[in-house]
Structures are given as C-alpha cells and as structure tokens.
C-alpha cells in the first residue's frame, strides 16, 4: 500500500512540538503521541470534536466527516501554533 502525508515545516523546527499525529492523511485511524496530556481534536471552526488522555494511542477518526482537523494540547500551558498538528480526513 501507499503511504501519503503533508509535511509543514515551522520556525524553529521540530523539537518545540508538544503533540504529534500520524498520519496526517487518514482515512480514520491515527496515533498520537508528544510531550503533552490530554490532548483535543478541533474541527477548523475550533469546535472540539474529540478529547483524550493519553499519548501513544491509536485513535478512530472514521465517524468523522473528511476535512482538516487539529490536534492541539487541551491545557492552556502549551497553546501556541507549534504545539498543534493537523489531521486531514479522507474517504
């Protein structure tokens, strides 16, 4: 099978990420990991669709409709453009 994905590089560069998804081109499953907990799940008006514990999960994004969502850390402490990540959902 083929494997896609969209690479962004930030300012900085990678070492500042608190939450990483994976992959980013899904047609429902991702996994998430990082350096911070809980995480959310926002649609691209900032709705929260998803909340979670844990990092390291495989988590089931099929129920959602395709578009682009973000992963961002739940606490206000790391909140900054380099802690969030997108997801983009295909069917």
Not at 24 to 51: F, H, I, M, Q, Y
Not at 77 to 88: L, N, P
């Amino acid at each position: 099978p083929t494997q896609t994905g969209v690479s962004e590089r930030r300012p900085g560069g990678e070492g500042g990420r608190a939450v990483r998804a994976w992959p980013s081109v899904t047609r429902g499953r991702v996994s998430v990991g990082g350096t911070v907990e809980p995480w959310r799940l926002l649609d691209v008006t900032g709705k929260v669709v998803a909340e979670v514990c844990g990092t390291g999960r495989d988590i089931d994004l099929s129920r959602l409709a395709p578009g682009v969502y973000f992963v961002s850390p739940a606490s206000s402490v790391k909140r900054d453009a380099s802690g969030v990540t997108k997801v983009i959902v295909t069917r």
